[in-house]
């Protein structure tokens, strides 16, 4: 192949084919880099996500068991007074006040057997999701179960009980999700994947060039 100038339209064609080419590729590496970028973010958005419902799922717990813990207390106290009200009436000769105060009594013990078995079912949920406070909450509920009214000799107890699983509870969750936390930011990783196109341009350049100049030498026949 002698003629010069079919060997420049050749050596341009071959270069044309060869920056194409590279534009093919650059195109395919970048949007496959993007979508696996995407989907690490997706992830880690899932994964967000995920904490937050259950981080939101324990608050919701330890308000609910504290508010059972102290409809607990409350309801074995009136039980416990129902229950001295009722001993007194059987002195009396009126079976109609001793009646009332039986009423009472059952409606009382009642109550607190549900209010029992409510906290109790709260507590399930603490140990299922704030483990770390389930041996303290149980104390607490404890003392609250075997509360009594005349006199309340466990009140001092049980408030220090309750005291210890808040802060317990606040501990947990304050130290649940990192201060720094956020979501993955593209730059750094934009950075480490955007070098990678223009040398696949150089590399596509270098090996077209290499054949121009290889069918500049040696040539071949034209038809």
């Not at 229950?83 to 009396?92: Q, V």
């Not at 109790?120 to 140990?127: G, P, S, T, V």
């Not at 730059?187 to 040398?199: A, D, F, M, V």
């Amino acid at each position: 192949m002698s003629d010069p100038a079919a060997r420049a339209a050749v050596l341009a064609a071959v270069i044309t084919g060869a920056v194409a080419l590279a534009a093919i590729v650059g195109t395919a590496v970048t949007t496959g880099l993007t979508l696996r970028h995407q989907r690490k973010a997706d992830n880690k958005r899932r994964q967000h996500e995920r904490h937050m419902r259950l981080l939101e799922s324990g608050l919701r717990a330890a308000v609910d068991f504290l508010a059972a813990a102290g409809r607990t207390t409350r309801a074995r106290q009136a039980l416990d007074t129902a229950n001295i009200s009722l001993a007194n009436a059987k002195s009396s000769s009126d079976q109609q006040t001793y009646e009332h105060f039986r009423v009472m009594y059952e409606e009382a013990k009642e109550q607190s057997i549900a209010a029992v078995a409510d906290a109790e079912n709260d507590y399930a949920a603490i140990r299922m999701l704030i483990p770390s406070v389930a041996d303290q909450a149980h104390r607490y509920l404890d003392f609250c179960v075997q509360a009594v009214a005349h006199p309340d000799t466990t009140m001092v107890d049980r408030q220090r009980a309750r005291q210890m699983v808040e802060e317990t509870f606040r501990r947990a969750f304050g130290g649940d999700l990192p201060a720094d936390w956020a979501f993955a930011e593209p730059t750094s990783e934009s950075g480490r994947r955007w070098w990678k196109i223009p040398l696949i341009i150089v590399v596509a350049l270098v090996l077209g060039g290499g054949a121009g100049w290889y069918l500049g030498r040696y040539g071949f026949a034209l038809p």
